[in-house]
């Protein structure tokens, strides 16, 4: 049975399509940017990645659960976990647009006053509205590429839950310019089967 103060979850998105052309023809370039916060033994925790996806086409199933793209984990986020997720399609070389994404995400969080605010207040709420605030930051200076926003989905995951976290769950998020779905598998810890101790002994060094 999984066990939410010691296992660890997974948080993967299954699938990624495009539903709308933003430039001519229906060739894409998406990237997503994705911000994750979890809370764990008193001490708050906020993450970016980024993952390009260059030559997609509108329409294409990009992700598919087949080859699940992992967003989050293994890890055990403790009271709470929140993903913040934007996608954008890059009107430059898209691995130009990797290079910048690091800066400018430091850029945002410090913009955001991230440290100081989730200090003071380290709930879950407050974890997605700032990165709600970073990935707007993020996006206004991209968009000076001309990249063009898609989509922005932020989610939330409790551990007092039932089931705790929606372990096992998908969630679909969709909009008229796209699709994203997401969902969350416990990677339970496993004891060794068929072991006999044949000492333990504590010994001086």
Known sequence: MFNPQ?????VF???LRVRKPFDFGNHLDPYIVVIATDKKDNAIRMNASHFAFPGAKVYQQIITPDNALLLYGPENPGEFLTLSIMLLDSDADIQDAGKQLEEVINTSAIAANVIARLTANPTAMVATALAEEVLRGIANIMQQNKDDPIMFVHDSWLQGLTPPYGINQYKLHASDSAEISLRVS????????NVVTIAHIEVDK
């Not at 010691?6 to 997974?10: F, H, K, L, S």
């Open 13 to 15: 998105m299954t699938t």
């Open 6 to 10: 010691e296992d660890n979850i997974a």
């Open 186 to 193: 416990p990677i339970m810890k496993q004891s060794q089967q």
